[in-house]
């Protein structure tokens, strides 16, 4: 008898650590909710998981055998629950981030002590880090490097899942309620969880927006992306299958650019695996500038305009669409979250540990290592961080990626009875026009070109430029 201890892998297909919990006995499928981490959750992230876990109870219920779920310290929980099911190993998949890691850790030495065998095996990405190096054997801080490498190497095939009659015939306590967790049900309405909805979701892409996403994946109203981030940051679906399905779409491709399409999706695929790589071998990252500069960046501390920010109301129509597309869905298309945080850093210059801090609160697909290398990206302290001096301007960004303002106007109510041109031009319309046009929309609160100036003085006093 093996424990399975679920992470962030709540889906029975394709998951390494079950089959090989399976190859060596029963399996008991166990998951603990650990304060630890749920003091860093945010409620739309905790709702997106708890739904997760109850799709997964019921595959295992249809199976003759049950989720068993806990509630405390995964090093008390799990040498506990071995011992109770008279289990002779725990397995699970390896987890990134410094704080999985440590509590890794910490599990081993108490199993260890208990003397259960354990055994944590690679699940999450197609390469572990530090199977991907430069030839000197160095982590790459580049990523079209790095995309090269993980391009040409060989992907391992979907596992299958475990046999049903290899699941132990157990039943589990009820999932706790979103309340008993310490959070309250989140305003947003958050995507369908679970391997199913995940299929469908990959399906239903794979069909179409795959083959448009290389021209179509920075324009928010054309639905181009697959919007399957939650659940490979849950791990509701494995990411062997998610590119098993890409290359049989590159197979059906019927031309050369469709064939680009996706390998484009490809590389995506690829940046979250970067990213979880810089992650590891730089923990620090977290709460640190990946980059370097000579003196500190004099981040401005502006509460006012952090919460206009925050609230979708900073009088800059694609900005606020997007932030209000947080607050709405728990999600934001990849293009507004580039925009969002580079407006956070670039013109109302503020730390960008301030922005990441708001969307792993609200966030139900944030990702340690995705959401910081987005962040660093932005700010320019990442590792292929965007030029400090190339600035996004947030009125020809709007224009460019949604010229008729259909996203900003689904998003924005207070703007549906103006013209998009009238939009993309609010900052530098009259008092006057803005009180025609729209009198509820607020007023920009900062010039853009003056805050370019500054954000620029700003990086070339951190470079110690004269
Ligand atoms: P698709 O375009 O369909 O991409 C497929 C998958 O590839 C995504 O689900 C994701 O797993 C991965 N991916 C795509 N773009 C990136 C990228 N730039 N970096 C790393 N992985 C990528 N992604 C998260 O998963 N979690 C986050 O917390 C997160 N925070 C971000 C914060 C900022 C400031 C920025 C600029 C980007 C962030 N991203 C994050 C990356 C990206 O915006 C989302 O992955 C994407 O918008 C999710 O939508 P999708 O699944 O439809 O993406």
Redesign the pocket.
């Known amino acids: 008898m093996h424990l399975h201890w679920h992470r962030r892998d709540l889906r029975v297909s394709d998951n390494h650590g079950l089959v090989t919990a399976a190859d060596a006995g029963d399996v008991v499928p166990v998951f603990v909710f650990d304060d630890d981490v749920l003091a860093h959750a945010g409620a739309a992230r905790v709702r997106f998981m708890l739904d997760a876990l109850a799709r997964l109870r019921e595959t295992y219920r249809e199976r003759d055998s049950d989720l068993v779920v806990v509630r405390g310290d995964p090093t008390e929980e799990l040498p506990r629950l071995a011992a109770e099911y008279d289990a002779d190993g725990v397995v699970w998949n390896k987890d990134y981030s410094r704080l999985a890691r440590t509590r890794d850790e910490a599990v081993r030495r108490a199993l260890d002590e208990a003397g259960v065998a354990h055994d944590a095996v690679h699940d999450a990405i197609h390469h572990e880090p530090g199977s991907i190096t430069t030839n000197a054997g160095d982590p790459y801080s580049v990523y079209t490097y790095f995309w090269k490498k993980w391009r040409n190497r060989n992907k391992a095939d979907p596992f299958s899942p475990p046999e049903a009659d290899s699941l132990a015939d157990v039943s589990g306590a009820d999932l706790p309620t979103i309340e008993e967790l310490g959070f309250s049900d989140p305003d947003a309405t958050i995507q369908e969880a679970g391997t199913e909805a995940a299929r469908e979701r990959l399906a239903a892409?794979c069909e179409d927006a795959i083959y448009r996403?290389a021209t179509d994946?920075d324009y928010p109203e054309r639905n181009a992306?697959?919007?399957?981030?939650a659940?490979?940051?849950w791990g509701t679906i494995g990411i062997r299958e998610v590119y098993a399905a890409t290359e049989e779409a590159a197979e059906n491709a019927d031309s050369d650019d469709e064939a680009k399409s996706v390998e484009e999706?490809q590389s995506?695929?690829a940046?979250?695996e970067?990213?979880t790589h810089v992650l590891y071998f730089n923990p620090d990252v977290v709460t640190q500038n990946y980059k370097e500069y000579e003196n500190d960046i004099a981040w401005r501390e502006d509460e006012e305009a952090l919460t206009a920010w925050k609230e979708g109301r900073t009088g800059y129509p694609i900005v606020d669409a997007g932030m209000r597309q947080l607050r709405e869905e728990a999600?934001?298309?990849?293009r507004m979250?580039?925009i969002?945080?580079s407006f956070l850093t670039k013109d109302l210059l503020i730390d960008w540990r301030e922005?990441y801090a708001h969307?792993?609160a609200y966030?139900a697909?944030?990702?340690t290592?995705?959401?910081n290398?987005?962040?660093q990206?932005?700010a320019s302290t990442g590792t292929d961080a965007q030029p400090y001096f190339r600035i996004f301007n947030p009125m020809t960004q709007g224009e460019r990626y949604d010229p008729d303002a259909t996203y900003i106007q689904q998003y924005v109510p207070e703007l549906r009875d103006a013209t998009a041109d009238e939009i993309h031009d609010w900052p530098n319309l009259s008092p006057t026009e803005r009180e025609t046009v729209a009198p509820e929309y607020p007023d920009p609160i900062v010039e853009h070109s003056k805050r370019r100036d500054q954000a620029i003085s700003m990086f070339e006093a951190a470079r110690g430029d004269d």
């Open positions: 892409f996403y994946r992306t697959s919007r399957l981030s659940d490979l940051k999706f995506q695929l940046w979250r970067f990213y999600y934001m298309h990849n979250r580039m969002v945080a922005g969307f792993r966030l697909d944030h990702d290592a995705n959401d290398g987005g962040w990206w932005a």
